[in-house]
């Protein structure tokens, strides 16, 4: 009687979070789920997080369904006798020993295989390193010279300001933009050389399914390569708690056309190698004069 009267409210209740959870998502349950990304990678992740959630759902109803359905058709009200023969049954035993163990190395084995692929950084044709300090993130492009800072756009740096009076939703991507994105090739087995300089960062971004500890110290590698016709800016943030400012130190990727990107590069290193040059060293052909400022990729 007792549960019969309770269970029109769980419904409800139950029915109304469902739909205040999927009202908060405003493109549906996909935005509540992890994301497929843009990479081989990231989806390999993703199909793999969707088949273990499968499992894990399956197993939820069928112990959870047993479960509740001893306990409503088995109450001592309805005058159930408890049956002792259950107690210390050895086949019973066995068997809730042995299914778990196969379960788990059925689940064991895919993952296995994903993180294996994961952990290969053989055969790269880029690569940066990637150095988290208080608050922001050094990209140094090794091979080609070229370095610069990443940090929080001025327009989010104002606007995040203790009494600015600026409307963070006024704000475009509000702590989620930095003035000199990382700029990169599309359909590029790009590897990541991932340090911190201070305290422990995370280098995060989700769309490419890399999530990398910046531990001073070490030099964590991590890889993507994003899908040719998927050019475009992806963001990110740091994802290790490391101090005042963690919050502020947001992550953006330019990801262009390997054409795009080599123009990019050969820019920069000719402003960098410039503006690293003596005063006096007139611009040369090999230098050419650029604007500062033109060619820093904030393209956005
Ligand atoms: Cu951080």
């Known amino acids: 009687m007792m549960i019969r009267s309770i269970r029109a409210p769980l419904a409800a209740l139950f029915a109304s979070a469902l739909a205040s959870v999927s009202q908060a998502a405003e493109s549906g349950w996909s935005l509540l789920n992890m994301r497929q990304g843009v990479t081989d990678m990231s989806r390999k992740i993703y199909d793999l997080h969707m088949l273990i959630f499968w499992v894990c759902v399956v197993i939820a109803v069928v112990v959870f369904g047993a479960m509740i359905w001893s306990l409503v058709n088995y109450r001592k009200s309805q005058g159930a006798v408890a049956d002792t023969t259950m ?28 993180l294996v692929e994961i952990e290969d950084t053989t055969k790269t044709e880029l690569t940066i390193k990637v150095t988290g300090f208080q608050w922001g993130w050094n990209y140094e492009y090794l091979d080609q010279g070229v370095s610069f800072f990443s940090r929080l756009d001025r327009a989010s740096d104002k606007a995040r300001e203790l009494g600015s009076g600026i409307d963070p939703n006024s704000v475009e991507h509000y702590l989620l933009n930095v003035d000199n994105p990382l700029v990169v090739p ?22 490419f399914g890399v ?48 054409e795009d990107f080599q123009t ?37």
């Not at 500890?213 to 740091?238: H, M, S």
Request: hydrophobic share 45%; proline share 7%.
């Open 264 to 300: 990019w590069l050969k820019d920069k290193a000719a402003q960098q190698k410039q503006a690293g040059a003596p005063a006096d060293a007139p611009p040369t052909a090999a230098t050419p004069a650029t604007e500062p400022g033109t060619a820093s990729g904030s393209r956005s």
């Open 211 to 258: 999530k990398k500890d910046a531990i001073p110290g070490f030099v964590n590698e991590a890889w993507f390569n994003i899908d040719a016709d998927k050019t475009g800016l992806y963001r990110g943030q740091c994802a290790e708690l490391c101090g005042r400012d963690h919050g502020f130190m947001p992550i953006v990727v330019d990801a262009r056309s390997k």
């Open 186 to 207: 599309v359909g590029t087995k790009v590897r990541l050389l991932v340090t911190g300089a201070d305290v422990i960062h995370s280098w995060w971004v989700p769309d």
């Open 87 to 114: 107690v210390h049954n050895t086949r019973v035993e066995i068997v809730w020993t042995a299914l778990p163990v196969v379960i788990l190395i059925a689940m064991a084995v895919p993952a296995a295989r994903t």
